[in-house]
Nanobody
Framework: VQLQASGGGLVQAGGSLRLSCTAS????????MGWFRQCPGKEREFVAA????????YYADSAKGRFTISRDNAKNTVYLQMNSLKPEDTAEYYC???????????????????WGQGTLVTVSS
């Protein structure tokens, strides 16, 4: 599975961005998807995750109420709508797929087998 993330950019605090992540390759298997982010000098952290069906989602406390994860399986794409952005949201954002037929979502980065290349989000104050 290859993952291509896009949608990052520069936005002012309070603004919005929508990240997209499109999967290609062996996409016939069901898989949970997640978004993680990493700031320079810091460890990668969980942002949001969604099950194959879309019925179960998880959010980091920092994302609750501001970010929404969704997916369109017909397009093999998962989205992260980010509203009310803050300077502390500045990071490289990565999408990930669990693979291995794991349809459930997970907050644990180690449970994801496939990773996209990252898309940079910069929020100015």
């Amino acid at each position: 599975v290859q993952l291509q993330a896009s949608g990052g950019g520069l936005v002012q605090a309070g603004g919005s961005l929508r990240l997209s992540c499109t999967a290609s390759g062996r996409t016939f298997s069901p898989y949970g998807m997640g978004w993680f982010r990493q700031c320079p000098g810091k460890e990668r952290e969980f942002v949001a995750a969604i099950s194959w069906s879309g019925g179960i989602t998880y959010y980091a406390d920092s994302a609750k109420g501001r970010f929404t994860i969704s997916r369109d399986n017909a397009k093999n794409t998962v989205y992260l709508q980010m509203n009310s952005l803050k300077p502390e949201d500045t990071a490289e954002y990565y999408c990930a797929a669990r693979g291995g037929g794991y349809a459930s979502s997970s907050t644990n980065a180690h449970e994801y087998a496939y990773w996209g290349q990252g898309t940079l989000v910069t929020v100015s104050s």
